[in-house]
């Protein structure tokens, strides 16, 4: 097949080299970029008389047939035809003739594909952004329900005071906020047009690179053309950004995995987002949670995997660049299911508070309290008190109970600075709603948080 670059060229390329060589099986996706970008570059040049206005309008009917072509699946997406770009363009050439031959003035595929990849990237951390806060309102309407149902919360995996279930929730919440955050800078710092670059050094053409800017809807013109046909930080950071978001959803994952466990039995997963065992018919299995924390370590392969491609190069466009799209199409497409399951899966999951609250019986959750007791209502400095609630602790491992059932009798023999109003304290109710520090667990803090995240999502 002849190549639009074959000119210098007396031999054909290998079929080895074309399947090699060829982006065309998966940038292919940049599609509508692609298209856009093309009439935005055409509309441009028959403003500067570079192009004749009938021309600029063949361009532009022409490449409406092509997307319709694409999009009803006739168009022949060819191996030999290397990229995306070069089978749309001659394709539009074959629909309108001379015209889309010269389509391609004051452009190179160098800042084409610089185009259209930013431009992907930029709508994806949009709808990435907007699907976080989806998973955001589910998290927080569950939430609304759990102020009063309280849990163990942990450190080391090991009960450490008692807190409740909607603040637990709104740990993640916070998460998903800056996570979306990071994606809207992103799409902020590389709102930037790289159109009008050409290979790497500009166009002698008289273009308008604001104008095309302006029609693609970029806040601006790039400033070093060298720079920018050579440039993928933009594609570095939704790879990083989707790195750290399936990492929190690896996290929140981890949690559902074990609060699924008879161990804990803290939630249940739908049957719907459930799975069963080929041969053990009681089984229900977390296969959701569990895939979610999987496909985050290929999440940070991808990334990884781009910081080593780009590592190396010289200025400007070298062809290694291809391999940045299917690693960057793989973290979208995983970051995109993963939030619409986790979020369903949320939606449908069941809580089980009694099972949260008996769990709380176990591990002396109150154990700061009656050091925070002693500090406050009897004056014992704070190690001291620890000293003595560590005692009293031992006291009731050997009784065999929970220190917020221990009698008070029993706290008064270890020291008789500790007096029955110290009963209260012990409680487990008691000791979350009293941690009302800023941001603390305490009912109203929480309802704080969730008045906080409430305000943050009222306009999606
Ligand atoms: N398919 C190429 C890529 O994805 C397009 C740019 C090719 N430019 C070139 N000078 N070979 O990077």
Partial sequence: MEKMWSGRFTQDASTLLEKFNASIMFDQKLYREDIEGSIAHAKMLAHQGILTDEECSLIESGMAQVLSEIESGSFEWKIGDEDL?????????????????????????????????????????????????????????????????????????????????????????????????????SAHRNNISPIGCAA???TPHNINREMTAQSLGFDSVSINCLDTVSDRDF???????????????????????????????????????????????????????????????????????????????????????????????????????????LREALKTMTIKPQNMARACKLGHLSATDLADYLVEHCGVPFREAHHITGRAVARAEVLGIDLSDIAYTELHAIDERIKEDVMPF????????????????????????????????KDI
């Fill in 200 to 202: 790497l050094a500009g």
């Fill in 85 to 185: 770009h070069m089978a749309i363009e001659k394709r539009l050439t074959a629909i309108i003739g001379e015209a889309g031959k010269k389509l391609h003035t004051a452009r190179s595929r160098n800042d084409q594909v610089a185009l259209d990849f930013r431009r992907f990237v930029l709508r994806k951390n949009r709808e990435i952004t907007g699907q976080i806060k989806a998973l955001m309102g589910v998290i927080v309407d569950i939430a609304r329900d759990h102020t009063t149902t309280v849990l163990p919360g942990m450190t080391h995996l090991q009960h450490a005071q008692p807190i409740n279930f909607a603040f637990h929730l709104l740990a993640y919440a916070s998460m998903f906020k800056r996570d979306c955050e990071r994606f809207e800078s």
């Fill in 235 to 341: 594609a570095l950071e939704i790879l990083f950004n989707i790195s750290t978001l399936m990492m929190h959803i690896s996290r929140l994952a981890e949690e559902i995995i074990l609060w699924s466990s008879y161990e804990f039995r803290f939630v249940e997963l739908s049957d719907e987002y459930s799975t069963g065992s080929s041969i053990m018919p009681q089984k229900k299995n977390p296969d959701v949670p569990e895939l979610l924390r999987g496909k985050t370590g290929r999440v940070f392969g991808n990334l990884m995997g781009l910081l080593t491609v780009m590592k190396g190069l010289p200025l400007a466009y070298n062809k290694d660049t291809q391999e940045d799209k299917e690693g960057v199409f793989d973290s979208v497409e995983t970051a995109e299911i993963s939030l619409e399951i």
């Fill in 426 to 457: 012990l409680a487990i109710e008691h000791s979350m709603n009293a941690r009302v520090s800023q941001g603390g667990t305490a009912e109203v803090r929480t309802l704080e948080q969730i008045i906080y995240f409430d305000h943050y999502l």
